[in-house]
């Protein structure tokens, strides 16, 4: 199966998150937002009260880098993919209700270092894996070709799991990744650092054929 390319936006102002989403709308089927807190990792991005009134004509997925991710989450209503990270977990039914009454998706992101064992308790409850590839917190930093053995044994244990793989995903990588099982690759910089934001999708998805 194709890989599907997911455009990630990584930005502190509103302007820019339109901008960026304005860039790839019509491109693509979804696009992923990273949100931080300045507390779960140490950067700030846009948060809730910058997702008012999106475009429309293409879905969104949120990527939760915060602390308290069920505080978050009710803010944000409408049939989104709310991606929380499973070491921001304390209280998993808070935030499956949060996610409920925002009419949303559950997905759990796992970052590097965290044995991935810890997602069995709530794996239940969730239609995508989300794979750190990087230490979350910061676009441009370099893959992290380690993580492939984790891909791997998730894609095994949970065959029909969505497995989305997130940092220094590019021409380079994609394929790497793809082949390791993800079926989904978020990419900020190998897009949105081009100049044509639709010719580096198409190269990156091009590139995860390959191999
Ligand atoms: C990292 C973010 C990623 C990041 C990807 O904390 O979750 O989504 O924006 O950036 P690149 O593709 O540049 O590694
Ligand atoms: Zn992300």
């Not at 409408?78 to 070491?87: C, F, K």
């Not at 750190?132 to 930093?141: A, I, K, T, W, Y």
């Not at 893959?143 to 891909?151: A, C, K, S």
């Amino acid at each position: 199966m194709e890989a599907e390319i997911i455009p990630a936006i990584l930005v502190k102002r509103r302007e820019d998150l339109l901008e960026r989403i304005n860039r790839v709308k019509g491109k693509v089927t979804s696009v992923h937002i990273d949100v931080m807190d300045n507390e779960f990792v140490p950067n700030k991005t846009v948060g809730p009260d910058d997702f008012a009134g999106l475009p429309g004509g293409v879905e969104y997925e949120f990527h939760w880098m915060v602390k308290n991710p069920e505080k978050w989450i009710e803010k944000v209503k409408g049939r989104h993919l709310h991606v929380v990270h499973i070491e921001a977990v304390e209280n998993w039914q808070a935030i499956k209700e949060a996610c409920k009454k925002a009419g949303g998706k559950l997905g759990i992101a796992i970052s590097p270092a965290t044995p991935i064992d810890r997602l069995e308790p709530v794996i239940k409850d969730v239609s995508r894996i989300l794979v750190m590839s990087v230490v979350p917190g910061f676009d441009g930093q370099k893959y992290i070709i380690q993580v492939e053995g984790r891909i791997r044994e998730l894609r095994r244990k949970y065959p029909k799991l969505e497995i989305e793989v997130d940092g220094g995903i590019g021409p380079a990588t994609a394929a790497r990744a793809h082949s390791a099982g993800a079926d989904k690759l978020a990419a900020a910089s190998a897009i949105f650092a081009q100049p044509d934001a639709g010719k580096a999708i198409e190269d990156i998805k091009n590139s995860a054929k390959k191999k």
